[in-house]
């Protein structure tokens, strides 16, 4: 299997930086992975402090591992014990072919202690601090009102595939966690839609395109499906953020 492959020489060429953990999040952990379609989103501890040699040495990790079918899909973060505390704080990613910086949100330091996976190490209870539900709420609130809702007037965007699936399922699993208090996979959130008024249309695009072999497109469906998905985003974010911020 070409995911545990790529799993096996990454952890392989990590153990140079001697980690205390490894855990994955994201669908890889909640079951809903697919091959070839999901990202391996991982979390990487690694001793600190963290130099600039440690910074080269990771970039050189990820560049050879490239030749690997699914490399371009494994996105990590590198966190130290003294760095993990924050859920504000950037850390070293390697994510889309390249290095940035980004925080380990509150999302995912909850996914990481509700069905975080170990690859390696120290499970996530031992380290990262546990999530209050109001820390959680907030944040999810927050990405909805602050990210989310002004994406949506941003017409371009909304031809693409990228857009349009996490728009939807990211609205869809922000209602679960407000309306609920839990998380759910992106296949629990795509169930969600219907009832949550979403364009049937859509959804089953979503589906197909995640979960089925997806067949051609009509040439003016990106721009109807556009205009579908924001016509519904738009208010459906405002009554959310409304009812719960």
Not at 112 to 130: C, I, K, N, Q, S
Request: net charge positive; hydrophobic share 40%.
């Amino acid at each position: 299997m070409p995911t545990d492959a790529l799993l096996a020489r990454f952890l392989h060429a990590l153990s140079d930086l001697s980690p205390v953990a490894v855990w994955a999040h994201g669908s890889l952990a909640g079951g809903d992975y697919q091959e070839g379609r999901s990202d391996l989103d991982l979390i990487a501890v690694l001793p600190g402090p963290r130099s600039l040699s440690t910074v080269r040495r990771v970039v050189t990790l990820h560049r050879r591992l490239r030749s690997e079918p699914l490399a371009g899909r494994l996105h990590c973060s590198y966190l130290t014990p003294a760095t993990l505390q924050d859920p504000g704080r950037s850390h070293l990613t390697w994510a889309h072919g390249h290095v940035m910086r980004r925080p380990v949100t509150p999302v995912t330091r909850r996914e990481l202690h509700d069905f975080g996976r170990v690859l390696h190490g120290r499970a996530p209870a031992g380290l990262l601090p546990a999530v209050p539900d109001r820390q959680l709420n907030d944040f999810v609130v927050d990405d909805q009102r602050g990210f989310w809702r002004p994406a949506v007037d941003k017409a371009r965007l909304w031809r693409q595939d990228i857009w349009v699936d996490l728009g939807l399922l990211t609205f869809a699993r922000a209602t679960v966690t407000l309306r609920d208090g839990r998380l759910i996979s992106k296949r629990e959130a795509l169930a969600e839609l219907p009832a949550l008024g979403a364009p049937e249309e859509v959804v089953e695009d979503i589906t197909r395109r995640r979960y089925e072999e997806p067949a051609p497109a009509d040439a003016g469906w990106p721009d109807r499906r556009a205009e579908l998905t924001r016509a519904y985003l738009g208010p459906a974010i405002d009554a959310l953020v409304n009812t719960y911020g």
